[in-house]
């Protein structure tokens, strides 16, 4: 009975140890195949997986170091397998002279197959665990794969920032060169403009004491000339001294709204014609004196259409103008008189009555050097 038994598992026992080194086979290929797809990965993604590089580095240690002991174990078991079925084949011939024997290593090779199944449910459950780390490692290379493309994206986008920043500092060096040439530009103009405006300042400085010298002169000159001026006109209400001008109402010279001399006009002009012509031999020749005549009118607005001018102001200019053309006429130099006019942006009164308008409407005269 005993012989039966045992003879039935010696001959299941090599079927056992081919489906283990099988199993162990299939194993080391899946092992192999994982490392191949984790390096491959690897290689393709060192710049975000340097850290996942050294993980699984050590993971594949760790499995090296399984795969190595399970050879060591397949050795083992196979050398006591075979010791086994020697030790069988020896217990066959002597069966009866060594069935105490038998006994024993019948129970051994229980025990053995026990531990076998134990070492077989073992590797079973290492082979469940290592298709789980597979499948995971499988999910992490997919990942890895999304974060390559994303590095690949992140990469485009930081060599076109420093491509942008690189254009930017050139930009930037170029216009801090221009701001720099600019800058020692106006360094230098301003160095030539100190030496200029030192010149200026002192040419300025002596032009300003002539000025000033010569207006002390022209002041005594003036009050002769509103002096003058009084004496051959006589005392009038119509014509004063005003500060450094002699003012003369328009209306003793132009009718409303005219530039035409009146006869009274002509005549008052041709006496203040020859007080201007005393002056030209009175003042001396390095003096370079002028009268202006300007030409001021009240604030009443000109209507358009009524007359041959446009406005106030042509219309002071055109009072001045005639004045001047009357002095010449009487025999003063023209390059003594200055026509201008103002209208009515400098009223010497305010106001809208009657006496204010006409005081307003006048011709002033004003010795003074060009």
């Given at each position: ?311 106030n102001t042509e219309l002071s200019l055109l009072r001045a103008t005639a004045v001047v053309n009357e002095l ?43």
């Open positions: 009975m005993m012989n039966v038994r045992y003879r039935t598992q010696t001959n299941a026992w090599p079927g056992f140890v081919d489906l283990f080194s099988n199993l162990v086979i299939i194993l080391i290929f899946l092992l192999i195949v994982f490392v191949f797809l984790w390096t491959t990965t690897s290689v393709f993604n060192k710049s975000s997986g340097a850290k996942m590089v050294a993980d699984l580095k050590q993971t594949n240690e760790q499995q090296a170091q399984t795969i190595q002991q399970m050879l060591a174990d397949e050795q083992e078991a196979k050398r006591l397998l075979i010791l086994a079925r020697n030790q069988l084949e020896t217990l066959e011939k002597d069966n009866i002279a060594l069935s105490d024997e038998l006994t024993e290593i019948d129970a051994s090779v229980e025990d053995l197959i026990t531990a076998y199944e134990v070492k077989v449910a073992e590797l079973q459950a290492n082979g469940d665990n290592m298709q789980k780390m597979l499948d995971e490692l499988t999910m992490q290379l997919n990942q890895v794969s999304l974060d390559k493309e994303k590095t690949a994206q992140l990469e485009q986008e930081r060599k076109k920032l420093q491509d942008d920043m690189e254009a930017q500092r050139v930009q930037l060096a170029q216009q801090l060169e221009k701001l720099q040439a600019a800058l020692d530009a106006s360094e230098e103009k301003s160095r030539a403009q100190e030496i200029e405006y030192v010149e200026m300042s002192n040419r300025l400085n002596k032009a300003l004491a002539d000025k000033v010298a010569e207006l002390k002169e022209m002041e005594k000159y003036q009050s002769d000339f509103y002096k003058g001026v009084k004496i051959a006109i006589g005392e009038r209400s119509t014509m004063h001294e005003k500060g450094d001008r002699f003012v003369v109402n328009s209306d003793i010279l132009f009718k409303s709204g005219s530039y035409k001399l009146s006869a009274e006009g002509k005549k008052q002009l041709q006496a203040i014609a020859g007080v201007i012509k005393d002056m030209e031999e009175k003042i001396p020749t390095d003096i370079d004196w002028i009268i202006r005549v300007d030409g001021h009118t009240d604030k009443k607005k000109v209507i358009p259409g009524t007359c041959d001018y446009k406005n010449v006429k009487d025999g003063v130099s023209r390059r003594r008189l200055i026509p201008t006019g103002f209208g009515e942006l400098y009223p010497i009164a305010l106001g809208n009555d009657a006496d204010t308008l006409r005081r307003n409407r006048r011709i002033e005269l004003q010795l003074t050097n060009q």
